[in-house]
Each structure stands twice: as C-alpha cells, then as structure tokens.
C-alpha cells in the first residue's frame, strides 16, 4: 500500500502536479532536527472541509443571534472605507496536506484521528460553536451552544466539557497572539453550573506577555454577561520546532 | 403523553408494582425545599445496563495488564479471610429510575442526554477507563486509554480531554470521600503531552478536609510512572439538597 502511494506520488511528480518543498512535521516521532521532504498534494484530490463554525439548522435562536451580532461587526469594505474591529475564524480542520514519502502518507489516510470538539458528526448534540478575535483589543469570544451529549450533573454541562472548550479558545486566542504555543496551566473557577442546550459566552483576554509565555484570562457567562459560569487564568509556552518534535 | 404516562404509572401502583417514596430531586427547577413524590418504576422494565468499566477487545495489551494488577488487589474473600485494599467502581449510568408525575418521567424519556466521557459508544475510540478506590489510603486510580477520537495537537490528546478526565477521576473520588459534591477549583499544569492511543494512569490523593471543603490531587502519569503528564489540585464543595435544587 505505502509502495503504492509512493509510486502514485511520483507520477504526480512527473505530470508537475505536486510541488515539493522542505519543511519540519510537528508532533511526528523523529529526531530533532531531521528534516523531511514534503509532497504537497493537488487539491482537487482533497475537496474543501467543512466549515463547522458557520450556522447550521441546530442552531438555536440564542446562538443565532450572537453570531449575527459579532459577523455585523466583522472586518468589511463600507462606503465609507472603514472595516469593523472582529474576525471570525474558520473552524480548526486537520487537512492531509502533508506527506513524507508513500509510508508517512499511508499513515495519514489510515489514521482516523479526529478533533475532540468535533468528533460527533451529528449537529448540535456536542459542541456547536464559533470564535471570533478582535485584534485591536486582543479579544477573543466563543459563542457555545452545549449540546445533550455533553452532561456531567444530571441536565448540566460536564465540568470537563467546559474545560475542553476553555482550553480551546484560550489556545485559539495564545496562538493568534504569540504563533504555536502550548498549555502550560488552566486554573478554572466553577461558580454556576451550565444548564445543557444552552447558549453561554466565553470571553478571552491577554493579560500580559513575558518572554515565552502568553497569560490569558477567560469568562464563561450568559450571552446577557449576567450570570458567571467560571473564571480561569490560563499559561501557554510558545514552542519552537525543537519542542514540537522533542515529544 | 405525559396523561398517558402517569395513568400508566397509576395502573402498575394499583398492581403493586411501583413503590413510592418522598424525596429530593437534584438539579431540577423546583424551588429550594420542594419536596416530590417519586415513583420508581418495576426493574424489569429496564435491563440492567452496561458496565463500561469491564474489559472489551478494544483494550490493549497495557490497558488490560493494569487493569488486572488492580483487580487482583480488589476486596475479596481469601482462605486467611482477608480482603485486598482497592475496590473497582462500576461505570456510572444516568438511569431512568425516578420518576415525578407523569410529566417528569415525559421529559426523562425524551432526554437524550448522555454522560459526556460515556457519549460515543463505538468501544476504543474515546475514553476506555476504569476507576479504582482504596478506602484505607484514601486513594482513587483511573487506568485511561486514550482514543483516536480525543486529539488535540496532532497525534495528542487535547488538553481538554485530560482535564475532563481528571474532574471525572478527582470528582468521583471526593464523592467516595465526602458524598454529593461539586467541582469548585481544578488548577491543572500540562507538563508533557500524551500520545494518541497510549494508556495511562491517574492517580488522586485526599490532601485534606476543611467544612465543606474537600481537597484533592491528581497526577496523571505514564503507566510505569516514569513519564509525568500533568499535576492537578482540585478543590470540591460538598452540596446539600437546597444547594442542588438552588439552581
């Protein structure tokens, strides 16, 4: 099978279908400091992923309506040349874009590894989410809508899954702030407990930055800011390719 | 519906089946010091479910070694008639065994909530875990078999799903200690990440009791102990029913 990919590659290869290029693979088992030829493959093979933090019909009225609030304020060209302060981010898909000869390749497509937010295909029974980052005030928001997969408490949010969904905005947010970045520390504070299917706020901000590490804070509140979920500082470590492929 | 299920409920009280008794409902929205009458339903109705802490043919070699090191350590009868120091906790199941009025037993029956470390049932591809006690040391161990469907960075598992297994873990041990608790604190250092599919061990320690206070510590590590994951302390608060029903 793998002899087979890395023939089909060098075909590709021949038609001037694929680039080459030299590059480090993150997380791969190899001594640091090997470096690796990358085949990048046509993208017709690979049809565009789905966005996921784009609305669809499981979305509620309440997540419906924040998400409407912060794409008005998005980055766009008006009559009057100005653009609005927020972006929304695509959703974090895992692309197979990479591949080291036939064997690394083979391991990708075996590979059935997916997303921990978004491993249930299945609209609104897990996580249903989006972000949106505002530069100017290095701000990040997360509009959440918990789905009934996601218990703990009976008819409440599992105190993991809010963990889960902090750790990924925080982590969104450090590594739009500092470039790739690790979790270091999350100290969350659980003041109320998150009813299941509801809609709530997470609120991002840099604290300070001091040499390799981004201190984050992170409020998860009712979309109306007047309830508190949970409060949490969070650390990341900005990592470099030694670190990545340290292990 | 809700009509029907009550007058059905009514009929199995006539055939004696159903026993009643008066008791507090957690979490749902009932003014503090409600009291309900609850119903609960013949067993035969409901089968007997799955215990999701008992080995299945997605547990590898290490996952299966572990778990019987601790189940041969658990409390058994032996010819001296003593007993070993562990106990293993069946996996917790949200079962359909109150029931208040025919509205409520309505609403449980539509609810398709699931345990969040328990919602994907294809064995092997999320959390394989099982959780042990040892009532004289005050000590709880979670053997953790992490599936492809948990990543985080690429070819790790996320940083949420290791806290949300250490609120489980550390969650269910101050229950064991203290009875019905609630996570307040859990301040989690990420000190190295964990492969995808590997097997690992987290082990939680009573640090003390204060009140309502329950302090706990959790360490996540490789299963030989070498490898230190991550370091965690938890703090829970015992609840009451006035807290439960508070909302």
């Keep these: 099978m793998a002899r087979s990919i890395g023939r089909i590659c060098k075909g590709f290869q021949r038609l001037g279908l694929l680039s080459k290029q ?17 085949v990048t493959l046509p993208s ?3 049809p565009q992923p789905r966005d996921f933090s784009l609305p669809n019909p499981s979305w509620g009225s309440e997540m419906t309506r924040m998400y409407e609030h912060y794409e008005s304020q ?36 075996q590979s059935k590894a997916r997303l921990f937010t978004r491993n249930i295909r299945n609209p609104g029974a897990a996580f249903e989410y989006v972000l949106f980052v505002n530069k100017e005030e290095q701000k990040c928001v997360c509009i959440l809508q918990a789905g009934h997969l996601l218990e703990g408490p009976p008819g409440h949010v ?16 450090a590594t739009f702030l ?8 999350l100290n969350i504070n659980y003041r109320r407990p998150i009813p299941l299917g509801s809609t ?15 201190f984050i804070t992170c409020r998860v509140t009712s979309t109306d800011g007047s309830k508190l979920h949970t409060e ?16």
Tied chains: 1, 2.
């Design 22 to 38: 030299t590059q480090l693979i993150p997380f791969t088992r190899v001594p640091v400091g090997t470096v690796r030829t990358i």
């Design 44 to 46: 017709f093979l690979f």
């Design 74 to 109: 998005c980055e766009m060209e008006t009559e009057g040349g100005q653009k609005g302060p927020w972006r929304r981010l695509p959703s974090y898909n895992r692309l197979l874009k990479y591949a080291t000869g036939g064997v690394y390749l083979s391991k990708m497509i």
């Design 158 to 173: 599992h105190g993991g899954a809010i963990a889960t969904m902090i750790d990924t905005v925080t982590g969104t947010h």
């Design 178 to 185: 500092s470039g790739p970045v690790m979790t270091a520390n």
């Design 200 to 214: 709530v706020l997470l609120e991002s901000c840099l604290e300070k930055k001091e040499g390799r590490k981004t």
């Design 232 to 247: 949490t500082s969070a650390l990341f470590l900005s990592i470099t390719a030694s670190h990545l492929l340290g292990g």
